[in-house]
């Protein structure tokens, strides 16, 4: 009882669920098949030639709001190629980089959180 009193406290404003897809979830999220338009989503990666800086400087430029962004970020293996190319392809994502150097998955969180705070 008092266990799930503080496991309710420390999750507040967390949500998990389960989803079918990866295209149902980011369907959820408002993210369409090459919908018209710029793609809200952003996939963050290694091998990627833009620099998230720019791609948000360029968004920040023609108007777009920070709340309708949706990253991805690949866990401690990172995204596959063909995974980055599949977000690319089917739902218009751009795929960008925070630089060569490997981070936590927590330190690009903290890193975006940043770039989107210094934008907007």
Same mark, same amino acid.
């Given at each position: 009882?008092?266990?799930?009193?503080?496991?309710?406290? @420390?999750?507040?404003?967390? %949500?998990?669920?389960?989803?079918?897809?990866?295209?149902? &979830?980011?369907?959820?999220?408002?993210?369409?098949?090459?919908?018209?338009?710029? %793609?809200?989503?952003?996939?963050?990666?290694?091998?990627?030639?833009?620099?998230?800086?720019?791609?948000?400087?360029?968004?920040?430029? @023609?108007?777009?709001?920070?709340?309708?962004?949706?990253?991805?970020?690949?866990?401690?293996?990172?995204?596959?190629?063909?995974?980055?190319?599949?977000?690319?392809?089917?739902?218009?994502?751009?795929?960008?980089?925070?630089? %060569?150097?490997?981070?936590?998955? %927590?330190?690009?969180?903290?890193? &975006?959180?940043?770039?989107?705070?210094?934008?907007?």
């Amino acid at each position: 009882d008092q266990a799930d009193r503080k496991a309710k406290q @420390r999750c507040t404003g967390w %949500s998990a669920f389960k989803v079918a897809s990866l295209r149902q &979830l980011l369907a959820q999220l408002g993210v369409q098949p090459r919908s018209s338009g710029t %793609s809200p989503l952003i996939v963050l990666h290694d091998t990627a030639r833009r620099h998230v800086r720019e791609e948000l400087c360029q968004r920040a430029v @023609r108007g777009a709001s920070r709340d309708r962004l949706v990253f991805i970020i690949g866990d401690h293996m990172g995204l596959k190629p063909y995974q980055v190319d599949y977000l690319v392809e089917e739902f218009g994502a751009a795929a960008v980089t925070l630089g %060569s150097t490997p981070l936590l998955t %927590s330190h690009c969180i903290t890193i &975006l959180q940043f770039l989107l705070d210094e934008q907007w």
